[in-house]
């Protein structure tokens, strides 16, 4: 079982996303990670589930959580730990949790412009059907990783 305490990146994407927290901690928000990297042979098995583009990678490319440069996450208040409203929860494959979705209460689309903003200010882009996920420029760089996470622990 993968420790719920870490989560891993590239250095590049991680350095960006240390930028994040620093400036959401300044309005007493933070973030909380729902999934960064993760091994190859997992995007298999989402794949044999799911078998549609539009929210799982296909094997053939891989994705960039599989190259360490692919994080989903949302904000969260620091002093309660709660999650801002973002109107639908993390990986939701409907229409309401595109960026494109506006029929929305005036707060979501506050906290969702929040993400954005912060995560692209500092150099992520935007996934257009997931308000949750955001990549590091041109992640196709990175080689696709299949390395079990009790391995990447012990790195630590």
Same mark, same amino acid.
């Given at each position: /079982?993968?420790?719920?305490?870490? *989560?891993?990146? &590239?250095?590049? $994407? $991680?350095? !960006? ?5 620093? +400036? ?12 960064? #990297?993760?091994? #190859? *042979? ?9 078998? @549609?583009? &539009? ?13 360490? !440069? $692919? ?5 969260? /208040? ?22 494109? #979705? ?7 689309? /506050?906290?969702? /412009?929040?993400?954005? *903003?912060?995560? +692209? ?8 059907? +997931? ?7 041109? !992640? $196709?760089?990175? +080689?696709?990783? @299949? ?5 990447? !622990?012990?790195?630590?």
């Amino acid at each position: /079982q993968a420790s719920t305490s870490h *989560s891993f990146l &590239r250095e590049p $994407a $991680a350095a !960006a996303l240390k930028k994040v927290q620093e +400036e959401l901690n300044e309005m007493g928000l933070g973030i909380k990670i729902f999934d960064a #990297y993760r091994p #190859y *042979s997992v995007t298999v098995k989402f794949w044999e589930l799911v078998k @549609d583009e &539009r929210y799982v990678a296909h094997p053939a490319k891989g994705s960039g959580h599989n190259r360490g !440069a $692919a994080v989903d996450l949302s904000i969260i /208040q620091l002093k309660t730990g709660k999650e801002l409203n973002m109107g639908t929860g993390f990986d939701n494959f409907s229409d309401t949790a595109h960026h494109t #979705y506006t029929q929305l209460p005036e707060e979501v689309l /506050q906290n969702r /412009q929040l993400l954005r *903003s912060t995560m +692209e200010k500092n150099g992520f882009r935007t996934y257009s059907k +997931e308000w949750w996920h955001y990549s590091w420029p041109e !992640a $196709a760089r990175f +080689e696709l990783l @299949d390395i079990d996470f009790k391995k990447l !622990a012990k790195e630590l």
